[in-house]
């Protein structure tokens, strides 16, 4: 079953792609930090992202759902983010990964647990803030190009969804997923 993940900086309107993508047929794997967030907000830690077991937390999260979507027979499935994000969020964050993180990642490229192509969707030119989304535009900016390296230093090879209304952006990416398999 192709596994695609959509990556990029907060806000920059990957939930949209997929809301659409979804509604089209395909499966589609939530986002697992927005959700940790959400959950330890609502236990009364008003920054979880400054905990230190929160990639942890992230990780676990993302695994279960990874797991969870393998027995979905519908075909190509969309991920909202992966262990990647987990680790260019550390490294936004100045947080110490955790070493499985790493091992999760050679494991995820050594074993394909996704297509090699991701589709990195680009900032839109402004960003809104919500209860788990407080970072400014300009740091999201900063934070998309840690995305972006992060990505391509563990050999992805990124496709960029560019600022656009959301059916040109979804055209996008049905484009790339619908081209012939190619030969290795």
Same mark, same amino acid.
Do not use: N
């Given at each position: 079953?192709?596994?695609?993940?959509l990556?990029?900086?907060?806000?920059s309107? /990957?939930t949209?792609?997929?809301?659409?993508? &979804?509604i089209?047929g395909?499966?589609?794997?939530?986002? $697992?930090?927005?959700?940790?967030i959400?959950?330890?907000?609502?236990l009364?830690?008003?920054?979880?992202?400054?905990?230190?077991?929160f $990639?942890?937390?992230?990780?676990?999260?993302q695994?279960k759902?990874?797991?969870?979507s &393998?027995a979905?027979?519908r075909?190509?499935?969309?991920?909202?983010?992966?262990p990647?994000?987990?680790?260019?969020?550390c490294r936004?964050?100045?947080?110490?990964?955790?070493?499985?993180?790493f =091992?999760?990642i =050679? !494991?995820?490229?050594a074993e !394909?647990w996704? =297509?090699?192509?991701?589709f990195?969707v680009?900032?839109?030119?402004?960003?809104? $803030?919500?209860a788990? !989304?407080?970072?400014t535009?300009?740091d999201?900016l900063a934070f &998309? /190009?840690?995305?972006?390296?992060?990505?391509? &230093?563990?050999?992805?090879d990124?496709?960029?969804?560019?600022? $656009?209304?959301l059916?040109v952006?979804?055209?996008?990416?049905?484009?790339?997923v619908d081209?012939p398999?190619r030969?290795?």
């Open positions: 079953m192709p596994a695609y993940i990556t990029g900086a907060p806000g309107g /990957k949209a792609i997929l809301r659409q993508l &979804e089209d395909h499966s589609v794997v939530e986002e $697992a930090a927005t959700d940790v959400a959950l330890q907000q609502a009364g830690q008003p920054e979880p992202w400054r905990d230190a077991g $990639a942890d937390r992230v990780l676990d999260l695994r759902r990874q797991l969870a &393998e979905d027979p075909g190509v499935v969309f991920f909202d983010r992966s990647v994000c987990t680790l260019a969020l936004y964050l100045d947080l110490t990964a955790p070493s499985h993180l =091992e999760t =050679e !494991r995820m490229v !394909r996704y =297509e090699r192509t991701a990195f680009r900032h839109q030119g402004f960003i809104q $803030a919500t788990a !989304r407080r970072i535009f300009e999201s &998309e /190009k840690v995305h972006e390296l992060t990505y391509r &230093e563990v050999g992805f990124l496709f960029e969804v560019p600022a $656009a209304p059916p952006r979804v055209a996008a990416v049905q484009q790339v081209r398999a030969l290795p």
